[in-house]
């Protein structure tokens, strides 16, 4: 059973438990809502969310807005908290996505335990926490309690190299946990260049386009690699809406039309990547409603139709985020 089509779409996991794709409306399909410093990470402050208030206050202001559903991307090892995500999930109404994942190898210590784990290792990792739960916070142990709280999406990173030899072992990890749960796979590329070559390796390896979402394609405005990915068939998630130091919101904009224009709409989603820098609630710039009360405007202004904005903040993630039937058990 390789062919999409032959698969069976199941659910969508939440923190909360499963769900059918109809109830995710508005989605940010890549950002993070906390993330602690432990002994065994190498973390920025301006990147950190370590607030439980602070961040509530954030995701309120989101929901009432329109907010629906956030994809949680923070990594195994690298300050997430699932229980945190349950119980905000639970007080405000937040649909969330919870990730099974290993970040870039500089958010970790020299001896984290993906540098010397095997390929089984890490894949057994990511199957456990997407079927049995995911491991929770502590800022001593990354496997000190393993909790009820479930992925619901695998996420990989590389740094400007590549598919290195230790990123290969992640993502050949990857491809065999996505195997055996049909849970969708999403990269964090530094660059459109890797963008485009963690999708080959992905789609190689016998992942099927629409379980492969590749992010920050947009970091760098390259209109024309960004149409050498969409081309691929795989999901496009954009999330440098608002970084003024990379680029004006007007190119993000004039990318999307042209992806628009050439019949990719149905493959763009989008996210904030938000960090410390961007919450309202902690000082920050923007807040995580910037992009419905002010890209969404901008980007009706340039003639973008609201038939188009459903498809990138509704349609695409339900599409995504379902689980597919497994490939194999």
Not at 98 to 115: G, I, Q
Not at 171 to 180: C, T
Not at 213 to 220: F, G, L, N, Y
Not at 223 to 249: M, S
């Amino acid at each position: 059973m390789n062919s999409l089509l032959e698969r069976k779409l199941l659910f969508i996991r939440t923190v909360l438990g499963d769900t059918h794709p109809e109830t995710v409306e508005f989605t940010h399909c890549h950002d993070h809502l906390f993330v602690f410093q432990a002994d065994y990470t190498v973390l920025p402050e301006r990147i950190c969310l370590d607030s439980y208030k602070r961040t509530k206050e954030e995701v309120q202001r989101f929901r009432g807005k329109g907010g629906k559903c956030v994809v949680d991307v923070q990594p195994f090892g690298a300050g997430r908290h699932p229980e945190y995500l349950k119980k905000l999930s639970a007080q405000t109404g937040l649909i969330i996505i919870a990730s099974t994942n290993l970040h870039k190898s500089l958010f970790y210590k020299p001896d984290f335990w993906s540098f010397e784990a095997t390929f089984y290792e890490i894949s057994d990792l990511f199957v456990s926490e997407i079927k049995d739960g995911m491991f929770e916070f502590h800022p001593k142990d990354p496997f000190h309690k393993r909790g009820e709280v479930r992925a619901g999406v695998i996420k990989i990173a590389t740094e400007e190299e590549g598919i290195t030899l230790y990123y290969k072992k992640v993502f050949d990890a990857a491809v065999a946990a996505h195997e055996k749960t049909g849970a969708l796979i999403i990269t964090h590329a530094e660059n459109c260049s890797v963008g485009i070559e963690q999708a080959e390796y992905l789609l190689k390896s016998g992942v099927e386009p629409e379980s492969i979402m590749i992010s920050h394609m947009d970091r760098v405005v390259d209109i024309d690699k960004n149409l050498q990915l969409a081309k691929l068939g795989v999901f496009i998630e954009y999330d440098t809406i608002g970084r003024f130091k990379y680029h004006p919101n007007e190119d993000e904009i004039v990318m999307i039309n042209k992806l628009l224009e050439n019949g990719f709409g149905a493959q763009i989603t989008l996210g904030m990547d938000s960090t410390r820098e961007r919450f309202l609630s902690y000082g920050g710039s923007l807040g995580l409603n910037y992009i419905l009360t002010v890209f969404i405007p901008e980007l009706r202004k340039s003639g973008v139709s609201d038939q188009h904005i459903e498809m990138m903040t509704v349609d695409n993630p339900k599409r995504a985020l379902v689980f597919k039937e497994p490939v194999r058990e």
